[in-house]
């Protein structure tokens, strides 16, 4: 089940929302998400339940163990149990098939590995249920005695199956002791119709036109960079969409997620970009891999090391492929870059050039990104940087301009920071003693009028992928 479905939308979401509003008591409120949650994930595919359940319970016991033995020997042996058989059911599931299917093409064996049906969200609840015990075994979280409530902080249904990745001690005393107000609700609801346009009003549309563009071996100049662009906006509005009804449905169950995205299409740097594209995907790795390696507080040569490994992991993390392992290295690659050889020349760029360039990078990376062989990424950056060997243009780039200005304008205006600047706006009228009594009913408005248009565009729509999905 996802958000952006009918099911979800017109029974799930009402049902579950409504029904913990009204259950007073915290430990029934605490019973019904769980099994709302446990209904959630195991709606399409009820035996894959048994891993996440799995991969809870062998934490459970190895955080005990970290909180009970007094010898640092055993605290470890713990947590690297836990991490381990945390980490080789992901392995299995998503890497198992491409490490034994490239191994056996380099050994020239026939044999050709099938691949396991992967689990729905396993990269994610595998990282928080990692985060729990990491974080034990440093004494930044509190131990969870009941396993059960332990299992709700990693089956809670908003941030399943895409995140954003929340470390438990930011949501421990939330999970014991949790109001829910109407202004909780109405700020919610609000923020999950803001996602749900993102994600059925302009990453469902930026999808649509993307699949009428052609192949990367028919591609134009004009419809090579077209393709690019077009995936970066269905991508992004899809996982930011995504991540804003995650984290209004969390407001609305009393939860405060902390912000997945925060409009990374303004930045003026490559490490701008990352420090606003899946913040919690980069924390993680940040917190649990880049600073025990060291950090940048290591040498030239030590540093560089410990950013293509941290690269190098968050690309394979969105899959078994290479073309992820080369997008995550690109990425590094040009972060190492801007922080070394080209910082001199940043600091006297104009702020609009820095901003161009940017965007740039982040476009032709996703290309990387999507293409599924090194031929399509070859070819399809022939058409982008090669233009004197393609066509300059194609009927089917120029028609998609021409029938889409209205989502091509809507989607550039929404990758300005608008809710970020309406809030700061609002505020600065309160300080000033101005009152702002249409600001809620404008609000209500604005959430009914998104939330009522994209339910029409589903109900007549049969593309509706959720590209975050498989990962």
Request: with cysteine.
């Amino acid at each position: 089940m996802v958000f952006s479905s009918l099911t979800f939308l017109c029974l799930f979401f009402p049902l579950t929302v409504g029904l913990h509003y009204l259950v007073k008591n915290g430990t029934a409120r605490n019973a019904l998400l769980l099994a709302a949650s446990l209904l959630f994930y195991a709606w399409g595919e009820p035996v894959w339940i048994l891993a996440m359940l799995f991969a809870t319970a062998v934490n459970y016991v190895c955080a005990r163990i970290i909180v009970n033995t007094k010898s640092n020997r055993g605290r470890k042996l713990a947590l690297v149990v836990g991490i381990v058989i945390s980490l080789a059911a992901l392995l299995y599931f998503k890497y198992a098939a491409f490490l034994v299917n490239n191994f056996c093409g380099l050994a020239g064996l026939a044999y050709r590995m099938t691949q396991p049906k992967l689990p729905i969200g396993i990269s994610f609840y595998t990282f928080q249920i990692i985060t729990y015990t990491v974080d034990v075994y440093r004494g930044q979280a509190p131990l969870q005695r009941n396993p059960l409530w332990l299992l709700l902080y990693v089956s809670l249904f908003p941030q399943l199956i895409a995140g954003p990745i929340v470390r438990y001690s930011d949501v421990a005393e939330t999970i014991a002791h949790r109001q829910v107000t109407k202004q909780g609700m109405g700020e919610g609801f609000f923020r999950f119709s803001l996602g749900l346009g993102k994600k059925v009003l302009l990453a469902n549309l930026c999808g649509e036109v993307l699949e009428t563009l052609p192949l990367p071996a028919e591609m134009s100049f004009f419809s090579g960079w077209l393709a690019a662009a077009l995936f970066l906006l269905q991508l992004y509005f899809d996982f930011a969409g995504y991540s804003d009804m995650a984290i209004g449905l969390g407001r609305m169950l009393g939860f405060r997620f902390l912000e997945n995205f925060d409009a990374p299409l303004v930045s003026r740097s490559v490490s701008e970009f990352w420090r606003r594209w899946h913040i919690s995907l980069g924390t993680f790795f940040r917190e649990y891999v880049y600073i025990p390696l060291g950090g940048n507080r290591v040498s030239r040569g030590r540093w560089i090391f410990n950013m293509a490994v941290v690269w190098g992991l968050t690309g394979i993390w969105h899959g078994a492929n290479w073309n992820f392992l080369l997008w995550g290295l690109y990425c590094g690659f040009l972060m190492v870059l801007e922080r070394t050889v080209l910082k001199p020349v940043l600091a006297h760029t104009p702020a609009f050039f820095k901003h161009l360039i940017t965007v740039i990078l982040a476009v032709v990376g996703f290309v990387l990104f999507r293409s599924e062989s090194f031929l399509d990424i070859g070819l399809q950056l022939r058409a982008m940087f090669a233009p004197w060997r393609v066509a300059l243009s194609d009927p089917y780039a120029v028609y998609a301009v021409k029938n889409n200005p209205l989502l091509l304008g809507a989607c550039l205006v929404c990758c300005l920071p608008l809710r970020k600047q309406a809030v700061a706006y609002f505020n600065r009228r309160k300080a000033a003693g101005r009152k702002n009594a249409l600001r809620p009913y404008l609000k209500a408005l604005l959430a009914l009028g998104i939330a009522g248009l994209s339910v029409l565009f589903l109900v007549g729509q049969s593309f509706n992928p959720f590209l975050y999905f498989r990962f």
